[in-house]
């Protein structure tokens, strides 16, 4: 009995002095700032979900416990190096170059390679005080020596300055940007437009503004690189169609279409070609892929770049070409930099389309607003093509002079372009290649002989050069571009100078191809 009753005293004793503890923590407790919110937030959630507590007091124990312990490695077998040993690695490591090293046949090129000295146009003069016929440059309609517009340009510089300095979302819009905007969009029959301070810049921007990881996107294997930059940009799943083959183009939406509905998913799907093909010259099928896109239920990015201001009775692009109403395509893509002798890009389409890229396409959000001039100049150009139809009856009756020079009377190479394209893309025939079994290598040798021997003759043309169509680090390409020369026409030259050019250039080819090695 005194035992139990020692204990029992015990006991009291000690569940005095917790409790005279506890209360003396909890006086201690409530002088803290805040410490009555902090309980009534935990007898709240004990109220209402005491789970919620138990885990987060557990988290509370582990940060504490985290943060006490001392450190340790995530790699137990790393080898810890000396000074002397990280010093002795650091001398033996080579970079590699941030470009590949520049072959023989590049550098011969670069050593090789006509500067013009002076404004560009129709007759050029170079370095070596030579002038020359050009035809290597996009200036279609000669607006590089049209005076209004250079007296415009100087106008809008001296009221404007020379650029806003700002994004077009963050002071960088001017009353002219909205006015180019208004006015192709009213040029094309759409309802608006976006302008880009770069025309590269437009479509790789627009695509993964709308594209993104897990949407699909259809293409033609033959699109441009910007076009592909864009694809690589979006992380969409991309499938390729042949190039121009609306049948494989058909396969590949089937296919797609049967897979999505049978694991039963949605995303977004998106067609994407280009109006005149930048690599090949010809035209896209446009009617046809509309057909496509309405039946499989795709929406359709179309890049005008080389074909808005050329195609069309007044330079609408393949849409009045082919007489499509511009609202069945979901996205215009279009380029200020060549036919309007501006600078910049443009995406035309829906109301929805184009308020969507002011916040969402990088090029757009992130990059200084296009100058004015440019802005001034676009907008010239585009009343010209429609008050002055006759400068692109003029170019198309040069090209098909040029035309009559080249395909049918030589021997050697064929023309791949559409007919009404001023950029006349030149390849060896096919049965040429086979019996003379030219390798690329050797095509590009003897094509870059013909540029040569038309430079001496006083005929500036170029050769085309295109970067690989694969995504950095494939060892495979998805299209193989055809080794080829260019000659782009303009109307700044009369009938008999054009029949001289290509007489030349008709020549140049022949003299080469023929003689002997």
């Keep these: 009995m005194a035992s139990s009753s020692n204990f029992t005293a015990a006991a009291d004793l000690l569940s005095t002095h917790t409790l005279n503890l506890l209360h003396t923590v909890s006086e201690q407790f409530h002088k803290i700032p805040g410490s009555a919110i902090l309980l009534r937030y935990i007898r709240s959630s004990y109220q209402n979900d005491p789970i919620r507590s138990v885990v987060e007091l557990l988290l509370v124990i582990f940060a504490i416990r985290y943060l006490l312990a001392r450190e340790y490695s995530t790699k137990p077998g790393k080898v810890k190096l000396s000074e002397e040993e990280i010093d002795d690695l650091v001398d033996e490591w080579t970079p590699e170059p941030l470009v590949a090293q520049t072959t023989a046949f590049e550098d011969a090129d670069l050593e090789k390679r006509a500067i013009i000295v002076g404004p560009t146009g129709p007759k050029s003069r170079l370095a070596n005080g030579k002038v020359v016929t050009n035809l290597a440059s996009y200036n279609f309609y000669n607006l590089v020596s049209n005076e209004q517009l250079k007296e415009r340009a100087i106008q809008t510089l001296r009221t404007y300055g020379v650029g806003p300095c700002g994004p077009p979302g963050f002071y960088g819009t001017q009353d002219v940007h909205m006015k180019i905007e208004a006015d192709i969009a009213a040029f094309l029959g759409t309802t608006a437009c976006i302008i880009y301070a770069q025309a590269f810049s437009t479509a790789s921007s627009v695509i993964p503004a709308f594209s993104k990881r897990g949407d699909i996107i259809v293409a033609d294997k033959a699109v441009n690189y910007s076009i592909r930059k864009g694809l690589q940009i979006s992380r969409s799943t991309v499938r390729w169609f042949d190039h121009r083959d609306y049948a494989d183009l058909e396969r590949v939406l089937a296919k797609l279409d049967k897979e999505q509905r049978d694991k039963g998913i949605l995303t977004r799907r998106f067609i994407v070609t280009e109006g005149l093909f930048e690599n090949t010259g010809d035209v896209v099928d446009l009617p046809k892929v509309i057909e496509l896109k309405l039946k499989y239920k795709f929406r359709l990015i179309l890049d005008e770049t080389w074909s808005f201001g050329v195609l069309g009775r007044t330079g609408r692009g393949v849409t009045e070409h082919q007489h499509v109403d511009a609202a069945e395509v979901d996205m215009i893509l279009g380029s200020m930099a060549g036919p309007l002798s501006a600078a910049g890009g443009f995406c035309a389409g829906s109301d929805e389309v184009v308020e969507h890229q002011r916040l969402s396409a990088a090029a757009y959000t ?152």
């Design 366 to 517: 992130f990059s200084a607003a296009l100058p004015a001039m440019s802005a001034v100049t676009a907008s010239e150009t585009l009343t010209m093509l429609q008050t002055q139809p006759d400068i692109i009856a003029s170019l198309r009756e040069n090209i098909k002079i040029m035309w009559q020079q080249l395909d049918p009377r030589s021997d050697w190479m064929v023309c791949t372009s559409a007919p009404e394209n001023p950029i006349m893309i030149l390849v060896f025939k096919q049965e040429v290649v086979s019996s003379r079994r030219l390798t690329v290598a050797d095509q590009l040798g003897l094509l870059q002989e013909i540029v040569d021997e038309c430079l001496t003759q006083g005929v500036l043309i170029t050769r085309i050069k295109t970067l690989s169509a694969a995504p950095s680090g494939s060892k495979t390409d998805i299209y193989a571009h055809r080794p080829a020369v260019k000659v782009c026409m303009t109307n700044g030259l009369s009938r008999k100078e054009v029949e001289k050019a290509g007489t030349t250039i008709r020549h140049a080819i022949t003299k080469i191809m023929t003689r002997k090695r």
